[in-house]
């Protein structure tokens, strides 16, 4: 079958050969001078013993080699196992050992830690993504004595496993999600609908290409329609508006963090000159949306929901609403279908909150070597996200809350996400976050974390909330910081806060009277 990921650059090498496909610093890639070193990458991986089903993991930053490996072992009907780099080599050897991996690829700035990890292990095929020297063989080097070559496309099922992507263990150790080329190509085709990506289109992708952020929103689509990806190797702020307005961006995806720095830098005015039709964003509060909607006056502002499990976006908030529906997370993409349901697994009424749940293409079917955990997530042919939502009149999700992040103080339940969204109401709140913190007469009580503008008044916060929430869903103490820890697809780590907490003190804290 033609289900292989890797069949779209064979194809394009023919339609769109001339056409820029892959832009990375001063290097550019025409869509025949990828497929030419893909081609010669997975002639070179066969020659050393690899081929479908083996498994490489990559350990890298955002190189053009990661994205040329990837295509590369897909062509082989291989599987890709990227792995977090800002692990240390006791996380990186037991996520190795558990996907029971054939080979690692690295850049550079990951040689040594990887080297430490990879002691005592029996993995000998290892792969430098850019020149790091002995005992690593060099991929650019690989690609260049085998330039020439053509290596057959592999014929895969749609069932066929193309990626093992580890969850960022939010809540408990990583799991190792399988994701299948069938779930790749329904999410390509997905992103293509919903975006309206098109030949002339150039993505900016500054995401961790080890995440489904930096290879699937929109990622692999791109080059499914023949256009362009920028691809820059950090997120640096400068580099971004600089990239923008250079290669004609007509789209990306930004973590409010980064668009936070963005808006603070002079040559942000010139983006309302740039090409961009849309960005992509989850987590903005009301007055990062407003900065959104001034520094790129001409695009949609999508708040999109979506996991690892779901290869990346499950719904997006449309055109047409993003204004009047602002705070909801949108409608279901192409193919997939979400519900919201009760302890039972029934259908949760109009705008009551339940358990997230969702099925489709482009929705994993388990993780790796985890009946349990499996069994537990994937029931009844439903993926159970572990999220709080609910579904309004129009059917659009307003996702509230982790089951496991829901604050029980006293008798009652309160969604961290109902607190924040009427805290960033604030004209001062750049960015909240909201935890439970242990208390001895409530079990658990609410506590602020807050990103703010100079001359912010914590007290005028929780005096304005008290207007609008129940006097014991306002936060207890409130905490400023410059930033948040956040994950790779930009989420806050909200077990990082309360750890935070024990060691800051409060800018304001309540204090009973009597």
């Known amino acids: 079958m033609t289900a292989n990921l890797a069949r779209t650059i064979d194809l394009h090498a023919i339609r769109f050969a001339d056409r820029a496909a892959l832009v990375a610093g001063d290097r550019t890639w025409t869509y025949r001078e990828l497929a030419r ?10 020659d050393d013993g690899i081929g479908a089903a083996q498994r490489i993991a990559v350990v890298a930053d955002n190189v053009p080699e990661f994205l040329i490996l990837n295509l590369a072992l897909s062509k082989l009907g ?30 550079a700035p990951y040689a040594a830690v ?11 095929r290892r792969y430098a993504l850019e020149e790091i020297g002995e005992p690593w063989q060099s991929v650019p080097a690989l690609i260049a004595s085998h330039r020439g070559r053509v290596q057959p496309t592999a014929s895969v099922e749609p069932d066929t496993l193309q990626r093992i992507i580890y969850t960022s263990g ?22 293509i609908v919903e975006m309206g990506l098109r ?29 362009t990806m920028v691809l820059l190797r950090r997120a640096d702020p400068e580099g971004i508006v600089s990239a923008i307005l250079a290669h004609g ?91 919201v349901v009760d302890a039972d697994g029934a259908d949760a009424p109009t705008g009551q909150s339940g358990e997230i749940v969702a099925q489709g293409p482009k929705v994993s079917h388990g993780y790796l070597d985890d009946p349990e955990a499996t069994a537990r997530a994937f029931r009844n042919g439903w993926f159970h996200t572990g999220d709080v939502g609910y579904l309004d009149a129009d059917g659009y999700l307003t996702v509230q ?19 924040e969204h009427v805290l960033a109401d604030h004209p001062d709140v750049l960015a909240v976050a909201v935890v439970g913190a242990p208390d001895p007469q409530w079990q658990e009580v609410p506590v602020a974390f807050v990103v703010a503008r100079p001359g912010f008044d914590p007290a005028s916060l929780v005096e304005s909330a008290g207007t609008r929430l129940a006097r014991f869903k306002l936060p207890k103490a409130v905490y400023v910081v410059e930033e948040f820890p956040t994950n790779p697809s930009g989420k806050v780590l909200k077990r990082e806060l309360r750890l935070l907490r024990e060691t800051l003190e409060p800018a304001w804290e309540y204090v009973p009277r009597g």
């Open 37 to 46: 070193d893909v081609d010669a990458l997975a002639s070179a991986l066969a």
């Open 78 to 107: 291989a599987v890709s196992v990227p792995l977090n780099y800002r692990l240390t080599a006791a996380e990186l050897r037991h996520l190795l050992t558990h996907a029971r991996v054939d080979g690692v690829a690295v850049s």
């Open 114 to 124: 990887v080297g430490e990890a990879l002691e005592q292990l029996a993995i000998d």
């Open 170 to 191: 939010t809540t408990s150790l990583p799991k190792g999600v399988l994701l299948t080329h069938g779930n790749v190509n329904a999410n390509m085709h997905a992103q």
């Open 199 to 227: 030949p002339g289109d150039s993505i900016l992708n500054f995401a961790p290409l080890y995440h489904v952020g930096g290879t699937d929103l929109p990622g692999y689509a791109i080059w499914h329609v023949g256009g």
């Open 249 to 339: 961006v007509t789209g990306m995806v930004i973590p409010a963090t980064v668009l936070d720095m963005i808006r603070r830098l002079e040559a942000s005015t010139r983006l309302a000159e740039s090409h961009v039709r849309w960005l992509l964003f989850s987590q903005v509060t009301p007055a990062l949306f407003r900065t959104a909607r001034a520094l790129f006056p001409n695009a949609r502002l999508i708040e999109g929901y979506g996991l690892t499990e779901t290869c990346g976006g499950l719904t997006y908030l449309d055109e047409a609403h993003m204004e009047s529906k602002q705070g909801s997370v949108g409608l279901p993409l192409p193919w997939v279908e979400v519900r």
């Open 401 to 419: 809350d982790r089951l496991k992040d829901m604050i029980r103080s006293g008798a009652e339940n309160i969604a961290s996400a109902e607190v």
